[in-house]
């Protein structure tokens, strides 16, 4: 199949390793002094606090003794300049400091700005805080005294600004190593982290701004990224339009698979976020009992009962995509089901309870299966990765790794921060909100991909679209309201984000 999209013009993510790169060819191939980097980073987060808090009684800055504590020095010693009051609290051993970072303490200290060694009730109950410590190298859990200071600076309901990562985050997995600063503004250098994206990132960062400190463009094409973020605005453009001469048959047929009893309202969702995805036509074989509410609910989709596996067959027949585990349930009626689709050519989307029975390898044996899409929640990834869920959000990136050269394929491992791997590329959508923590949400992003399916495009684009699209519907609909939001609600805005 051919690709539609350019995933070029997306944003580039970074490990913490691949950062640390970036800055290398930028001091070693581009001649820009590691000092300079460091004096443009700490202008920058300081012009930064200025906007979001333009008179701040006092500043107070937290420091280590890495580069990120340096980038702390300098903001002090800007901050100093302008006539702001400044306490730098220092953490660590100062004789420890190297390099450009402890020439930024010592024109600090030359520059008259106050350094005083932390300790417990250090903290004062007034102005801004600059949190300057751990930076992108931190190994391991947050131990004490930097735990304690953490915690101080959480508990004060003071603003914080974050440099470069807020401490204790983890740059490449988005985890909070034990403990980490929950900043109201974060300022990130050269790359964007990909941890800021995912997991706990986004609730630990709060308002993200991004510089690249005006490296020369060369120093990126030096560095391979290792994850791209989803941008609606780069992909939507790329989507086919529709010409005048359009008709139902050139938009697919998707067939959806599932609701077993007590579970119609699974695929009743996935068939009707089929169609509002523009899927030309939609079939959906369930139980019989669940035929006439279907039809009540969404009259465009077309349900038959299939009481075993052996009536589903002829609907395959007419399918050009499959979605399958919506309530499928893992009793002897879904796992016929799923029997006869192992059995089918066509792509297929493998949800729900269809994950659930491939991770038990008693229908379908565990391997490789190239023209399927899985979009596990870290749950099911767990049960197909022999793991635990901790281990998998540990992790998310590894995670989405491993499951994508088991099963093959595309994976979309849902949660904060959506991954997408086909094994070549791995893609990150950071849209949606905590309102989607409800019933239903994963059997719209179902029908979704296969209605892009359906549409022409392959399943690493048919997923990365959706994942955006999903996310990006539910933000519109949230406007009303996180709490009580309904996967039902994503509907028009499907539509209208479509167009």
Request: net charge negative.
């Given at each position: 199949?051919k690709?539609?999209?350019?995933w070029?013009?997306?944003e580039t993510?970074?490990s913490?390793?691949?950062?640390?790169?970036l800055?290398?060819?930028?001091?070693e191939?581009?001649?820009?002094?590691?000092?300079t980097l460091?004096a443009r980073?700490?202008a920058v987060?300081?012009?930064?606090?200025?906007a979001a808090?333009?008179?701040?009684?006092?500043l107070?800055?937290?420091?280590g003794?890495?580069?990120?504590?340096?980038?702390g020095?300098?903001?002090a010693?800007?901050?100093?300049?302008?006539?702001?009051?400044?306490?730098?609290?220092q953490?660590?051993?100062?004789?420890?400091?190297?390099?450009?970072a402890?020439?930024?303490?010592?024109?600090?200290?030359?520059?008259?700005?106050?350094v005083?060694?932390?300790?417990?009730g250090?903290?004062r109950p007034?102005?801004v805080?600059?949190?300057?410590?751990?930076?992108?190298g931190?190994?391991?859990?947050?131990g004490?005294?930097?735990?304690d200071?953490?915690?101080?600076?959480?508990?004060?309901?003071?603003?914080i600004?974050?440099?470069?990562i807020?401490?204790?985050?983890?740059?490449?997995?988005?985890?909070?190593?034990?403990?980490s600063?929950r900043?109201?503004?974060?300022?990130?250098?050269i790359?964007?982290?990909r941890?800021?994206?995912?997991?706990?990132g986004p609730?630990c960062?709060?308002?993200l701004e991004?510089?690249d400190?005006?490296?020369?463009?060369g120093?990126?094409?030096?560095?391979a990224a290792?994850?791209?973020?989803?941008?609606?605005?780069?992909?939507?453009?790329?989507?086919?339009?529709?010409?005048?001469?359009?008709?139902?048959?050139?938009?697919?047929t998707?067939?959806?698979v599932?609701?077993?009893?007590?579970?119609?309202?699974a695929?009743a969702?996935?068939?009707e976020?089929a169609?509002?995805?523009?899927?030309g036509l939609v079939r959906v074989?369930?139980?019989?009992?669940?035929v006439s509410a279907?039809?009540?609910?969404?009259?465009?989709?077309?349900?038959?009962?299939v009481a075993?596996?052996?009536a589903?067959?002829?609907?395959l027949?007419s399918?050009?995509?499959?979605?399958v585990?919506?309530?499928?349930?893992?009793?002897?009626w879904?796992q016929?089901?799923?029997?006869v689709?192992?059995?089918?050519?066509?792509p297929?989307v493998?949800d729900?309870?269809?994950?659930?029975?491939l991770?038990?390898?008693?229908?379908?044996p565990?391997q490789?299966r190239p023209?399927?899409?899985f979009?596990?929640?870290?749950?099911?990834?767990?049960r197909?990765?022999?793991?635990?869920?901790?281990?998998?959000?540990a992790?998310r990136f590894?995670?989405?790794?491993?499951l994508?050269?088991?099963?093959?394929?595309?994976v979309?491992l849902?949660?904060?921060?959506?991954?997408?791997?086909?094994?070549?590329?791995?893609?990150?959508?950071?849209?949606?909100n905590?309102?989607?923590?409800?019933?239903?949400m994963?059997?719209?992003?179902?029908?979704?991909?296969?209605?892009?399916?359906?549409?022409?495009?392959?399943?690493?684009?048919?997923?990365?679209?959706?994942?955006?699209?999903h996310?990006?519907?539910a933000?519109?609909?949230?406007?009303?309201?996180?709490?009580?939001?309904?996967?039902?609600?994503l509907m028009?805005?499907?539509?209208g984000l479509l167009?």
């Amino acid at each position: 199949m051919k690709q539609v999209f350019d995933w070029t013009g997306l944003e580039t993510l970074y490990s913490a390793g691949e950062t640390r790169e970036l800055d290398r060819h930028a001091i070693e191939d581009f001649g820009i002094a590691g000092a300079t980097l460091m004096a443009r980073a700490a202008a920058v987060a300081f012009d930064h606090l200025l906007a979001a808090w333009p008179q701040p009684s006092l500043l107070q800055v937290f420091c280590g003794t890495g580069n990120n504590g340096g980038d702390g020095f300098l903001l002090a010693d800007l901050a100093h300049k302008r006539g702001i009051p400044v306490a730098v609290w220092q953490l660590g051993d100062p004789d420890k400091m190297r390099g450009s970072a402890a020439r930024a303490r010592d024109q600090a200290l030359a520059h008259g700005v106050a350094v005083e060694p932390w300790r417990p009730g250090s903290l004062r109950p007034e102005g801004v805080l600059v949190d300057a410590m751990l930076g992108t190298g931190l190994r391991g859990e947050v131990g004490s005294p930097w735990s304690d200071v953490i915690a101080s600076c959480n508990e004060s309901g003071l603003p914080i600004l974050a440099v470069d990562i807020p401490s204790g985050l983890c740059a490449d997995t988005g985890r909070r190593l034990g403990t980490s600063i929950r900043a109201d503004l974060t300022v990130t250098f050269i790359g964007l982290k990909r941890g800021l994206f995912t997991l706990d990132g986004p609730d630990c960062c709060g308002a993200l701004e991004f510089s690249d400190l005006a490296v020369p463009a060369g120093v990126y094409q030096r560095v391979a990224a290792s994850c791209r973020r989803l941008e609606l605005e780069q992909l939507l453009p790329q989507f086919p339009a529709r010409p005048a001469n359009a008709h139902k048959g050139r938009y697919g047929t998707v067939l959806v698979v599932g609701g077993d009893y007590g579970m119609g309202g699974a695929v009743a969702l996935a068939a009707e976020a089929a169609l509002r995805a523009g899927a030309g036509l939609v079939r959906v074989a369930t139980r019989s009992e669940h035929v006439s509410a279907i039809i009540a609910r969404t009259p465009e989709a077309m349900p038959v009962g299939v009481a075993s596996g052996q009536a589903l067959q002829p609907l395959l027949e007419s399918a050009d995509v499959l979605v399958v585990g919506p309530g499928l349930g893992q009793g002897p009626w879904g796992q016929q089901l799923l029997q006869v689709i192992a059995m089918a050519d066509q792509p297929c989307v493998l949800d729900a309870d269809g994950l659930n029975l491939l991770s038990l390898g008693q229908v379908l044996p565990l391997q490789p299966r190239p023209g399927w899409i899985f979009t596990p929640h870290p749950g099911e990834a767990a049960r197909l990765l022999g793991s635990s869920t901790a281990a998998v959000q540990a992790d998310r990136f590894a995670a989405v790794a491993a499951l994508q050269q088991r099963l093959g394929g595309t994976v979309l491992l849902k949660g904060n921060g959506t991954l997408v791997s086909d094994g070549e590329r791995c893609l990150l959508s950071d849209y949606g909100n905590p309102g989607m923590a409800s019933g239903g949400m994963g059997d719209v992003l179902s029908g979704l991909i296969g209605a892009l399916l359906a549409q022409g495009l392959a399943g690493i684009e048919a997923a990365a679209l959706a994942a955006a699209l999903h996310g990006a519907a539910a933000d519109a609909a949230a406007a009303q309201g996180q709490r009580g939001l309904l996967a039902s609600d994503l509907m028009p805005q499907l539509r209208g984000l479509l167009g």
